[in-house]
């Protein structure tokens, strides 16, 4: 094998296939912007594309949501927000599980070329959203649906059929200086 820059290796086969699973995960700031220049790359190339959000309520006024909508993705904020901020965690986690059934839905359909599941992890990893099921659904998706998964602490069982995994490291962090979201960056 050959070395690229990096840490990558160069395989001896290359072969194409009809779709890939795609997970930003880490503690670090882009993981869903990673994911926003996948949909525009998506869009660049005609693909129908779907986004459902499960921290973001539909109360968020997001540049990605606003332009995505103006390009047709079709997006749905399903979530209740920042869980750290909530009132009450079991609505919380009937709002994920809904989330849930209609991004079964969605996937199954066979209608988009690419998902993104934004923020998933966490609803995984509270425990509102069965891990197994979301392995089965993502590793039983049409043959041409692509999906990307964000979300802190990916678990591994989701990193093990992922065909790119990417962890986003915080190096430094604006909010930890106290300095606000700022829109048209981070929001």
Known sequence: MTSLPGNYKEPAEKKHV????????GDGRGKSSSAWGIMLR???RDWKVAVV?????????VGEEAIGIKLGVHWWHIGAG???????LSKDAGVAQEAWRHTKEVINSGNYELVIL???????????IPLADVVETVKSRPASTNIVITGRNAPQELIDIADTVSRVENVKHAFEQGIMAKRGIDF
């Open 118 to 128: 934004d923020e998933i992890t966490y609803p995984i990893n509270y425990g509102w």
């Open 53 to 61: 959000q499960y921290m973001k309520s539909g109360e968020w006024r």
């Open 82 to 88: 920042f869980t750290w901020l909530s009132e009450d």
């Open 18 to 25: 009809q779709s890939l699973v795609i997970i930003n995960t």
């Open 42 to 44: 998506a869009l660049g």
